[in-house]
């Protein structure tokens, strides 16, 4: 049986489809790409906006339409907040909320058994009634405990991974239905955080990324215990966040810890302070303001002001200059002025953001923000994204432009080609830089000093690169004339780098893309170096029809049975990047034409 997984939204969703995913690979099921044929569909949705809901609906239809005789499961934040809506959805055979998700796969078995529709939101006892009366909101009552999936092992990256450690939020900001959907807090025991992140740090992770629904409010509920064996005063002073990242930082291994989101509306800048002491941990904090006036910051129910805001974002530079800060910022609130917009854009340029997450208000049905009076324009709302955006990114550009000549540590996540890698720095830069002949960085991280702005983060060179000959021109420049000892295509065709290859013979190597733009999307690289299309001769004749006709092979071997796309991209208004002729091979989804 495959199955097929969408999911839509936070961290959280994406760590808890890893789980349902594994109890389907535990039960011998095959996991394909959520566009690919497969015999179950699962969507884990998203409710932040109505958007998010459609996106669900659209999705489902979209795979029955595929195949009718699929099962297709819908779960999460949508049918928590829409019981009725979801209910009334034809396309979804099985539909459950934010709780029984790890249920799925026995639900799946059921279902093809008697080909009988489940809705555990709406399921009525023998008199008719529900069997879970609604809450204050018309959501279904959650529960009050944390709900244990286990060690999941949920990358990121190749080295990054995601541990769950909290469910749940009591803030109920205005314009927020997500406490509706999650429920009271919830918190994860400390001790089965602790074995999660000791599976992981064995299997080679190297990032730890702490998630949950509202993480700073991790062990403040009446009744949390800390099951961890401190002495009497740890287990007295070290409260809240602090407790997981104590608990990660004191364990033994080069890695590091980083913090999802920190909200402003539970921490303070002591708090803050408290955090900086652990080594570990990344000095990146994502601290959503949603805007820069005190009068929208109060009428959103948020329990801060700018200046409180202002103070955390002081504390976090004087620590360290380079901290990356992110943040999430809303235009059009009802009742936003264009006074207050402008104090947003000022809170911008004042904090130096690495990232700002700006998008317009959406009115979400259930929400004391969706009756407020002074509903702000559709289309004003949109300008002031744009506004948002440009503003921040100018704020982006002058901190990453801070960073040159300075040393970054960085996590390696991607081989971009032509000896180039992308990684993360500590403040959660994105960084290219150079390492030509190393096969695999993925398993250190690298020291980096930084020489320009690039692309959406920074680029540099390794203490080694630097000092390489070799190197003095650089990946990040189109190099001219490069010769078959430094081409990293013949190195990858000739075996020197390792790659995950689908077919090879004596003249050509095929492999997997390492930014695939199809669920299959592989490279036919010819052993012999040859620029460009443009610089082949009478001699590659052969050559080339060797190639034409492995493409129809490989293709086969693939099971291309719908279709596939040939590529050649040759120079630079075509797209190469690479000065080694190569062609992509694309398929297993609906392509458009013209290619744009």
């Not at 535990?26 to 790409?33: A, I």
């Not at 901290?323 to 004042?350: A, C, N």
């Not at 420049?477 to 990293?488: F, H, L, N, P, V």
């Not at 990047?577 to 989804?589: Q, W």
Request: include cysteine.
């Amino acid at each position: 049986m495959k199955a097929a997984f969408y999911t839509l939204g936070c961290k959280v969703n994406q760590y808890e489809t890893e789980a349902v995913a594994q109890e389907f690979l535990r039960h011998g099921c095959l996991l394909v790409s959520e566009d690919e044929e497969a015999d179950v569909y699962v969507v884990n949705s998203c409710s932040v906006t109505r958007e998010a809901d459609r996106k669900s609906r659209q999705y489902l239809r979209r795979m029955k339409r595929r195949n009718p005789d699929a099962v297709t499961v819908l779960m999460g934040c949508y049918p928590q907040t829409c019981p009725d809506e979801t209910d009334a959805l034809e396309e979804a055979d099985i539909v459950i909320g934010t709780e029984d998700k790890l249920s799925v796969v026995g639900l799946v078995e059921q279902f093809l058994k008697d080909r009988k529709r489940v809705d555990l939101l709406t399921e009525t006892d023998c008199s008719g009634a529900r069997k879970r009366l609604a809450g204050p909101s018309g959501c279904p009552v959650l529960e009050t405990e944390y709900n244990d999936t286990g060690a999941v092992k949920s990358m990121l990256g190749s080295k990054r991974a995601l541990i769950k450690i909290q469910e749940g939020c009591n803030r109920f900001c205005s314009y927020c239905i997500i406490p509706h959907a999650r429920g009271p807090i919830r918190s994860r025991s400390p001790k089965s955080i602790e074995n999660e992140a000791l599976e992981l740090l064995k299997s080679g992770c190297r990032e730890i990324v702490l998630a949950g629904i509202n993480t700073a409010l991790y062990g403040l509920e009446n009744g949390f215990k800390n099951d961890m064996e401190w002495s009497a005063a740890d287990l007295e002073n070290v409260r809240g966040i602090e407790i997981v990242v104590k608990l990660l930082n004191d364990l033994p291994g080069d890695f590091r810890i980083r913090l999802n989101s920190l909200e402003p509306t539970v921490v303070d800048r002591d708090y803050l302070a408290s955090l900086l002491k652990y080594g570990k941990l990344a000095h990146h904090a994502h601290i959503s303001v949603q805007s820069g006036s005190d009068r929208v910051i109060a009428s959103m129910n948020r329990r801060y002001t700018r200046a409180d805001y202002l103070q955390m974002v002081r504390t976090l530079k004087s620590f360290d200059k380079d901290y990356g800060i992110t943040t999430d910022i809303i235009t059009g609130f009802p009742g936003e002025t264009e006074e207050d917009f402008q104090e947003s854009l000022s809170l911008v340029d004042e904090c130096g953001f690495l990232h700002v997450h700006a998008f317009p208000y959406s009115e979400r049905p259930g929400t004391p923000a969706a009756s407020m009076p002074g509903k702000v324009p559709v289309n004003v709302r949109k300008e002031r994204v744009a506004r948002l955006i440009e503003a921040a990114d100018a704020a982006s550009l002058r901190f990453r432009e801070g960073l040159t000549g300075t040393v970054q540590r960085v996590l390696p996540e991607e081989y971009c080609g032509d000896g180039l890698w992308r990684g993360r720095a500590s403040n959660y830069t994105n960084v290219w830089f150079e390492a030509s002949g190393e096969p695999d960085l993925t398993s250190t991280f690298v020291d980096v000093t930084i020489e320009k702005t690039y692309k959406d983060g920074v680029s540099g060179r390794t203490a080694a690169e630097a000092e390489s000959s070799c190197a003095a021109d650089g990946a990040l420049d189109a190099r001219k004339g490069e010769q078959m000892s430094d081409c990293i295509f013949c190195k990858l065709a000739n075996g020197e780098i390792p790659t995950n290859m689908v077919y090879e013979d004596d003249k050509i190597a095929s492999f997997r893309d390492l930014e695939p733009q199809a669920p299959e999307h592989v490279l036919i690289v010819p052993k012999k170096h040859i620029q460009s299309l443009d610089q082949t001769a009478e001699e590659d004749a052969e050559l080339l029809a060797h190639i034409m006709l492995k493409i129809k092979e490989i293709a086969k071997m693939l099971e291309l049975e719908n279709g596939y796309r040939v590529v050649v991209n040759t120079g630079a208004d075509g797209g190469q990047t690479v000065p080694h002729l190569h062609v992509h091979l694309l398929g297993k989804r609906a392509m458009a034409w013209p290619p744009g």
